[in-house]
């Protein structure tokens, strides 16, 4: 039987009153005395959830909305997919915990992540299971490559976010996260990324004939740059918190061209993109390269148990034995939904949907590109972007994002900001969704943004 105002009963959002109602803001005020100054979502999403379903959460409230953060990407297939919750309970009657011991749960798991590689790429990668956050899997990356190579030295890119740990967040190219930390990893040099509408050399399209590849493949083969050969180059294929900006395919292949001749290992880290988000199972497929190390973690349950994994060229295993460890690799709830939701992406052809969902919110975002505060709409699959602007110069506008974020949290959708000082609205829905919801929700996002800036005009 489904509960009264159980988010089960919903098709569509519905939002009642004030946001934040009397039930959430009571438990916002005993989270701000209780809670460390470092939390973010209910500052921008004032509400405190009671349940999840599906693409839909209901809050203390009553309020029903549409879930476009989705766990921040981690719930591919939505909140409480019945198959992975029933996948859970089984897996919790026989074990939970197992530290990097093989059990049937693990070997699962294993075999369905290796399925989902090319034959020629399975047959050469191992996987690493790491603690439980993308951070530590990246942490997990550059370990395993200065191991490997005994160099110190790491290249990453402009706008990359890679996590808050020390060494991931010294990739990380957000200053803000790392001005206040000193004596951070040292030996990281940052190079531009192939983010063409903000160029970050002050170029066109028409003008730009080298590439921002050119520029890395300069620095690393001029032996007055100042740079020693790298132990890794890390990159990611679309920037996630850096405003959903994909790598254009001449820069992805030229980085990966040049990291093979130079002998350099080249992390891929599809945290956010990996699992099926941008329409194949990893970002890195349709730019036909692939990496040495690939990274990653959010999605891998399918239902937001936390895991986290590398697969890398064998090559690369040079580690001693507890080289890199952590207590709770060995979730075997993680593992057992995760084998799962292989099964049912390719049961139910979840890329497709991810492929043709994607297509229709490009349609249905289109015509917010006439509006003069819209610099750009970016997407893959179903992770997109609307970067806002001052039409006039350019500059960022992160008080129109928050004003659009807001405008569709009171009309039942919840959404993320990012980018370049938060001026992007960002959408991650869950992989399985349909065209119904993409609809509803692609009128409130089209309609806050139109209203935004009527007011604004």
């Given at each position: 039987m ?14 009642d009153?004030?946001v934040p ?49 989705n ?12 198959e992975?919750?029933?996948a859970?309970?089984e ?30 790429l399975?047959?050469?990668v ?11 899997a ?37 200053v803000?996260?790392r001005?206040?930390v000193?004596?951070?990893?040292p ?15 002050g ?5 730009c004939?080298t590439?921002?590849?050119?520029y ?18 890390v990159m ?5 918190e ?18 093979r001749a ?18 194949t ?10 990496p040495?190390?690939?990274?990653a ?6 239902v ?13 295993d ?5 080289a ?18 292989v099964?049912?992406?390719r049961r ?5 949907n ?14 917010l ?5 819209v ?14 602007a ?5 500059t ?7 004003a ?15 980018g ?29 943004v139109r209203?935004?800036?009527s007011?604004?005009?």
């Amino acid at each position: 039987m489904v509960a009264p105002n159980s988010p089960e009963r919903y098709i569509s959002p519905h939002v009642d009153g004030a946001v934040p109602g009397p039930r959430s803001l009571e438990l916002l005020r005993r989270q701000e005395q209780r809670e460390s100054n470092a939390r973010v979502y209910p500052r921008q999403l004032p509400i405190a959830i009671a349940a999840g379903q599906g693409p839909f959460v209901r809050d203390l409230d009553g309020n029903v909305f549409i879930d476009f953060l989705n766990g921040a990407g981690v719930l591919s297939l939505g909140h409480n997919h019945p198959e992975l919750v029933d996948a859970m309970i089984e897996q919790l009657r026989d074990l939970t915990h197992g530290l990097d011991f093989p059990t049937p749960a693990k070997d699962a798991f294993t075999e369905a992540q290796l399925s989902m590689l090319s034959p020629g790429l399975r047959s050469r990668v191992k996987l690493h299971f790491c603690g439980p956050t993308g951070a530590n899997a990246v942490e997990a990356a550059i370990k395993l490559c200065k191991t490997a190579t005994g160099r110190g030295e790491v290249v990453s890119f402009e706008g990359g976010f890679h996590g808050c740990s020390t060494a991931a967040m010294a990739l990380t190219g957000a200053v803000s996260q790392r001005n206040r930390v000193a004596n951070g990893l040292p030996g990281v040099h940052f190079f531009p990324f192939s983010y063409c509408g903000r160029c970050p050399v002050g170029l066109t399209p028409h003008t730009c004939t080298t590439n921002c590849a050119g520029y890395l493949e300069r620095s690393l083969h001029d032996p007055n740059a100042g740079i020693c050969r790298p132990a890794a180059v890390v990159m990611e294929m679309v920037q996630g918190e850096g405003g959903v900006v994909p790598a254009t395919r001449e820069f992805a292949r030229r980085v990966r061209e040049l990291t093979r001749a130079l002998g350099i290992p080249l992390v891929v880290d599809e945290v956010q993109t990996g699992c099926g988000r941008t329409g194949t199972w990893f970002a890195f497929e349709p730019y036909g390269i692939e990496p040495d190390v690939i990274v990653a973690s959010k999605a891998l349950s399918g239902v937001g148990s936390p895991i986290a994994i590398i697969m890398y060229d064998r090559h690369l295993d040079t580690w001693a034995p507890g080289a890199h460890t952590g207590t709770f690799r060995g979730n075997q709830l993680a593992f057992a939904a995760g084998a799962a939701t292989v099964r049912i992406v390719r049961r139910d052809g979840i890329l497709d949907n991810v492929g043709r969902r994607g297509e229709q919110v490009a349609d249905r975002l289109s015509p917010l590109l006439t509006c003069p505060h819209v610099r750009e709409i970016r997407g893959r699959g179903l992770m997109w972007g609307i970067e806002l602007a001052d039409p006039d110069t350019g500059t960022p506008a992160p008080e129109w994002a928050s004003a659009v974020q807001t405008r569709c949290l009171h009309h039942g959708l919840i959404v993320e900001l990012g980018g370049r000082a938060d001026s992007v609205v960002r959408i991650l829905p869950p992989l399985n969704v349909s065209a119904e919801v993409i609809d509803t929700a692609c009128d409130i996002l089209v309609a806050a943004v139109r209203t935004c800036f009527s007011s604004a005009e």
